[in-house]
Nanobody, 112 residues
Framework: QVQVVESGGGLVQPGGSLRLSCAAS?????MTWYRQAPGKQRELVAS???????NYEDSVKGRFTISRDNAKNTVYLQMNILKPEDTAVYYC?????????WGQGTQVTVSS
């Protein structure tokens, strides 16, 4: 069974930075970060595929960077200039050719 484990969430002040990590137990075609704030729908934040093609949600462009370490089956989300509206549970989705696997989520809270 494929396991997907996120880490790196926490409490940070506005303008601060955090780096999230997502490790999959096997190599995946693509990996995607989503987030869900209270009372809102889950939204795509950033994705990266096995050719390192990336995609970002408009509100995080220029602030967040997604990258991957194929040797470790791990994807990172570097989040800079964090805003209170970035507060959410961040989920990682690892995708093979046929299936998606989700992590349990990690809480990011941006507050002074």
């Amino acid at each position: 069974q494929v396991q997907v484990v996120e880490s790196g969430g926490g409490l940070v002040q506005p303008g601060g930075s955090l780096r999230l990590s997502c490790a999959a137990s096997v190599s995946m075609f693509s990996m995607t970060w989503y987030r869900q704030a209270p009372g809102k729908q889950r939204e795509l934040v950033a994705s990266i595929n096995n050719r390192d093609i990336t995609n970002y949600e408009d509100s995080v462009k220029g602030r967040f960077t997604i990258s991957r370490d194929n040797a470790k089956n791990t994807v990172y989300l570097q989040m800079n200039i964090l805003k209170p509206e970035d507060t959410a549970v961040y989920y990682c989705k690892a995708s093979s050719q046929f299936f998606d696997y989700w992590g349990q989520g990690t809480q990011v809270t941006v507050s002074s």
